[in-house]
């Protein structure tokens, strides 16, 4: 996978994940879970596919190297969380608001972390 190809498709899937991020507010939970669904899994498949060209990268040096993987790890386990959070909302039309303002939380950290990453990358 190139650089380049990663960096845009995260940037494209963060700007889709924030207008789903819209709809939730709209307490559109059902649709809402699905997007974020289809989201999370386009952001594991690009997070897999460059933890194995990384791996397979040698202009980055292996300290470098070792921050970006890192980086990947807790992307993946952010989308594990965010996961289990999310499919709670999709068939409970009672959910509390203390429970999406938790969600949102743990997605501002998510984002907060792939922007960094992307930084990085682009470094």
């Known amino acids: 996978m ?3 190809e990663y960096i845009q498709e995260c940037i494209l899937l963060l700007q889709a994940f924030e207008i789903t991020q819209e709809t939730m507010l709209r307490l559109n ?3 809402a879970c699905d997007e974020f669904q289809v989201e999370m899994n386009g952001f594991r498949t690009l997070f897999n596919e460059m933890s194995v060209a990384l791996r397979q990268k040698e202009n980055f040096s ?4 070792v921050l970006l993987t890192k980086q990947i790890e807790r992307l993946n386990k952010f989308l594990k969380e965010m996961n289990g959070l999310i499919s709670g909302c999709r068939y409970d039309q009672s959910i509390k608001e203390t429970h999406i303002i938790f969600v949102f939380e743990r997605q501002h950290l998510f984002k907060n972390i792939l922007r960094r990453h992307l ?3 682009a470094a």
Do not use: C, I, V
Request: charged share 55%.
């Open 119 to 121: 930084k990085d990358m």
């Open 2 to 4: 190139r650089l380049h």
């Open 62 to 65: 292996p300290r470098r190297r």
């Open 29 to 31: 939970l059902p649709r």
